[in-house]
């Protein structure tokens, strides 16, 4: 499974765009990225999940550039109920599921 | 969406007991749930594989002997862990993802606290 790397810690305000950026450089061929959300004593919740150039949805948005090296997802304007714990993961999609390998994950911290 | 439920939610338990841990699909099916565990103010780690109608398997270092467990049906996976200790407490958290159609989420649920006196 390819390894990731966040940022331990960003820091935002309310209102404020924010890019987290994950590096996966070992990222095969049929590997997929996706972003996961975690609030304190709760299971993670998805948020995005994407293969190459840009997805999109209500939440947030994904931009892969063409090496698929690396991802960054994009929050567009953060609330304080946006402070969490952002995952990076990096596997392949398989019928029934597959094992995820957690990094360390960014402690994102929106204030007034 | 998809919907991934745990019993209980905490539970303590006193040194040497055992306890079982639910997780349950509730509107879909999965023949694989997953189990992971998280110390505080760490990630999530992965401790086994749950196969419908198979074996667990386990991931390197977590006692198969410790951590029962089975997955009866296709909607149930229950995780006993036997003869607990102080080091067992953590939150633990299983994971399922629907067997039919793209496997595009992963579903979490919502975690069960475990403390061990």
């Known amino acids: 499974l390819a390894k990731t790397t966040q940022p331990i810690s960003m820091d935002s305000y309310e209102g404020q765009e924010v890019n987290i950026t994950c590096s996966h450089n070992n990222i095969a061929t049929n590997d997929y990225i996706t972003w996961y959300q975690q609030f304190p004593s709760q299971g993670p919740r998805f948020i995005i999940q994407?293969?190459?150039t840009k997805v999109t949805n209500e939440v947030a948005s994904l931009f892969i550039p063409a090496d698929r090296k690396s991802s960054t997802l994009s929050l567009p304007r953060v609330s304080l109920s946006d402070t969490a714990v952002y995952y990076c993961l990096v596997a392949p999609v398989t019928g029934g599921g597959n094992k995820l390998t957690f990094g360390t994950g960014t402690q994102l911290k929106v204030e007034l | 969406g998809a919907v991934v439920s745990q019993h209980p939610s905490w539970v303590i338990c006193k040194s040497g007991t055992s306890v079982k841990i639910e997780c349950r699909s509730l509107d879909f099916q999965a023949t694989t749930m997953f189990w992971y565990r998280q110390f505080p103010k760490q990630s999530l780690m992965l401790m086994a594989t749950s196969n419908e109608g198979s074996k667990a398997t386990y991931e390197q270092g977590v006692e198969k002997d410790k951590f029962l467990i089975n997955h009866a049906s296709l909607t149930l996976s229950t995780l006993t862990v036997t003869s607990a200790h102080p080091e067992d407490s953590s939150f633990y958290i299983c994971?399922?993802?629907?067997?039919?159609?793209?496997?595009?989420?992963?579903?979490f649920g919502p975690g069960t606290r475990l403390t061990v006196t």
């Open positions: 994407g293969y190459k």
């Open positions: 994971s399922a993802t629907p067997f039919t159609g793209p496997s595009y989420e992963q579903y």
